[in-house]
């Protein structure tokens, strides 16, 4: 009896040592690729939201293993292992540097095996994408600028027809516009300053499209779109005199006369600065960075939403093919008082027009 004891424990401790190993197999593998790199703003905003939802889902065990994701590129909870790679195609722009970016990424993909693979901003959705596209792994992207049909990706907006679905950006460069125009009366005219990049491209051709149709309050004057910071600077400061404010989009592919790259916040402190006018843009990063204001297609929504669909696919099974592709919700009006201040903008009695203050800008701690 003492043997046959002995014999069914032993056989109970091995059904549960399985039982482990299986339980630990049965984590979801989740693969974030960013097309960014981890000190940008907007990247900072994305990892927050998609942190926080891994958080509310259960998919990361408590707060603290959102910042050991963003140290490590790498966490595993109770329930996922997740890991994290990044393009660095702000930097690195070239179709060479990308191609570099998009192989090594790839293999990486390969050897993890994920379960899903999350897919933020334009350069990931179409690089890594594409190379998924039609697989079994299913593929969540967030921020894309413009319609991104123009990827090859889905098939329609309400019906993307493939493994991979997601959330854009639709921006909210009306409602930017018309915060300034609310926030500072006399200004009548504006020009666009920005770089020219996959980024950047959409925003201008939004903001146009809008101008031409008469859906802004205020007159689009001129558009900069270039990667050289010294036409840049150039330009900002003969617009300045002629126009009222200026609507910032992305400066953040900027190369110096040597073809070095300049970072965004160098670039940021540059005009902040030297330019003494008001401006809108389009982003929250950018009011951190220390422009004056924006009405904010949040980051951290993108993110945030992109899990929510993530949450769908790997729980109640969910087909990407059938999902929807989302647009989030506006996030708030911004103002960064420090600028207000710079260009001599009581802000006391416009607060009721204001989600969310800013205290100060980034780029000028620098």
Known sequence: MARFVLIFLCAMAGLCA???VSGAEEKKRIFVVSSYHRTYLWSQATHLGLGEAMVKYGYLDHANQIDTLAQHDYVESRKAIIKKAWMNTKRKHSLHEIGDATLRIMEMIYAFQPDLVL???DNAANYIGNQLLDTATPVVFWGINGLPLKYGLIDS???PGHNITGVWQTGF???SVDLLH???PTVKTFAILSCDSVTARPNIKQLKTLAK???LSLQLADVVATNSF???KRRALELAQTVDAFFILNHDTLKDDQG???DMLTVGRWYLNHIRKPEAAHEGQFVREGMLLTANDSGYNQAYHAFEMAYDILEQGLNPSRMRVKTPPRGPLMVNRQRAAMLGIDLSDKMNMIDKIVETAIALEK
């Open 213 to 215: 149709q008469g859906k």
């Open 173 to 175: 460069h009306q409602e």
């Open 182 to 184: 609310r926030l500072v």
């Open 157 to 159: 907006m309400d019906n």
């Open 260 to 262: 070095s790259y300049v």
């Open 18 to 20: 399985m039982a482990g």
């Open 119 to 121: 897919l933020g901003d």
């Open 230 to 232: 010294t036409t840049f």
